[in-house]
Nanobody, 117 residues
Framework: QAQLVESGGGLVQAGGSLRLSCVKS????????MGWYRQAPGKERELVAV???????RYAESVKGRFTISRDRDWNSVYLQMNSLKPEDTAVYYC???????????WGPGTQVTVSS
């Protein structure tokens, strides 16, 4: 049974918006950090945004002001609102959940985001 499942990816024109969702199984471990990463063809996976207790958020410089990460109160869902999308945002987007005390980490299978120019 999948522990993290992403949804919301797709094809969008430059300047458009998408909202990614990630649902974590409530029966799994308790996360206290959730985030989004992405991997473009031929490139390494990179951090897009992360949210911790507070909530405190951190973004890659390339997405600041355009993307917004949020989560539900129970740490079972995390979202990524992506506005003003650019072709360079094209990548597979992965959801990540982890517990910073135990070190347990889970990844979703990824969802494709394609931005056409």
């Amino acid at each position: 049974q999948a522990q993290l499942v992403e949804s919301g990816g797709g094809l969008v024109q430059a300047g458009g918006s998408l909202r990614l969702s990630c649902v974590k199984s409530a029966s799994g471990f308790q996360a206290n950090v959730m985030g989004w990463y992405r991997q473009a063809p031929g490139k390494e996976r990179e951090l897009v945004a992360v949210i911790t207790n507070g909530p405190n958020t951190r973004y890659a410089e390339s997405v600041k002001g355009r993307f917004t990460i949020s989560r539900d109160r129970d740490w079972n869902s995390v979202y990524l609102q992506m506005n003003s999308l650019k072709p360079e945002d094209t990548a597979v987007y992965y959801c990540n959940a982890r517990n910073s005390y135990s070190g347990v980490t889970q990844w979703g299978p990824g969802t494709q985001v394609t931005v056409s120019s």
